[in-house]
Nanobody, 114 residues
Framework: EVQFVESGGGLVQFGGSLRLSCAAS????????MSWYRQAPGKEREWVAG??????ITNYADSVKGRFTISRDINGVYLAMNSLKPEDTAVYYC?????????WGQGTQVTVSS
């Protein structure tokens, strides 16, 4: 069973930092590129960042570029978030496309106060 478990979300003040973690199981995690998505209330889920299977290539949405850093190691995928803004408030999901299907975990809530 393909599973993703996100953690590390919480409440942070404007300008603060959080580091999200994602533990994946049920598939050969290290053979897949991984991504982070987020969904704010009333909005569509949006792609935030991606990382290649080797970790050598990373990409970011313009809205987070320069503030967020995606990384990975043998144990999981991570999203370091700095200079957080209220507009970053959302449920954050880690994701991979497995057997042709985009998969997400249950998400972790990030709330940035103004």
């Amino acid at each position: 069973e393909v599973q993703f478990v996100e953690s590390g979300g919480g409440l942070v003040q404007f300008g603060g930092s959080l580091r999200l973690s994602c533990a994946a199981s049920g598939f050969t995690f290290n053979d897949y590129g991984m991504s982070w998505y987020r969904q704010a209330p009333g909005k569509e889920r949006e792609w935030v960042a991606g990382i290649s299977m080797s970790g050598g290539i990373t990409n970011y949405a313009d809205s987070v570029k320069g503030r967020f850093t995606i990384s990975r190691d043998i144990n999981g995928v991570y999203l370091a978030m700095n200079s957080l803004k209220p507009e970053d408030t959302a449920v954050y999901y880690c994701s991979a496309q497995v057997s042709g299907q985009r998969r997400w975990g249950q998400g972790t809530q990030v709330t940035v106060s103004s």
